[in-house]
Structures are given as C-alpha cells and as structure tokens.
Nanobody, 120 residues
C-alpha cells in the first residue's frame, strides 16, 4: 500500500522558517500531483501547494512568495519550505498524493499530518 509520512513540524516564532518533509513509499513521479494541505481547527482541509509530474507548481494565495514546494525524486521526498511564518499559518499540515485525473477515476493518499505552530 502507498504510504506518505510527514515530518518537520514544530513551534516557531513569527517570521521564522520551517521545512516540512514528506517521505513517500512510491516514486513521487508515480503520482499525477503531490502536495500539501492544511487543516486548522474547526476548518476544512485546504490546498497549500502542489506540484505535478512536469514540475509545475500551484500555491494558495495566502502563501505565495513565502512557501516553496519542491521534490527530490531520487529520494521519494516532497518538501515544503515555509518562510516568513505568521500565526495564521498555524495548522496541521498533510502530505497528499493523487493518482488519476478528475473527473476520471482517482486514488487519493494522505499522510498522518504534522503540527505547525507559529507563536511568540
């Protein structure tokens, strides 16, 4: 079975940086897209950043210019570099992978989540 495992979360001061890592049990290129979602308490899970097989990226407006998604295909790793962190970024962050293209058949895979807390 496909597994995604996040790490790198923690407590950081406003303006600081973190790098989240997602280790995949399959090649990153096995997925049509991989990315990161957040789920703050009491809110829906929302896309933060994604990258497709061709390397094209997509970001939520709230993180453009601050966060960068990248991949290391040789290591089956996906990263989210988070700079200029704000208290509003506090959330659980989930690694995500999708095989298939909607509205066709798709398979979705999720990591267990890693907590990011931005506070002074």
């Amino acid at each position: 079975q496909v597994q995604l495992v996040e790490s790198g979360g923690g407590l950081v001061q406003p303006g600081g940086s973190l790098r989240l890592s997602c280790a995949a049990s399959e090649s990153i290129l096995s997925f049509n897209v991989v990315g990161w979602y957040l789920q703050a308490p009491g809110k829906q899970r929302e896309l933060v950043a994604g990258i497709n097989r061709g390397g094209l990226t997509n970001y939520a407006d709230s993180v453009k210019g601050r966060f960068t998604i990248s991949r290391d295909t040789a290591k089956n790793m996906v990263y989210l570099q988070m700079n200029s962190l704000k208290p509003e970024d506090t959330s659980i962050y989930y690694c995500h992978g999708r095989v298939g293209i909607p509205p066709g058949r798709v398979n979705e895979y999720w990591g267990q989540g890693t907590q990011v807390t931005v506070s002074s």
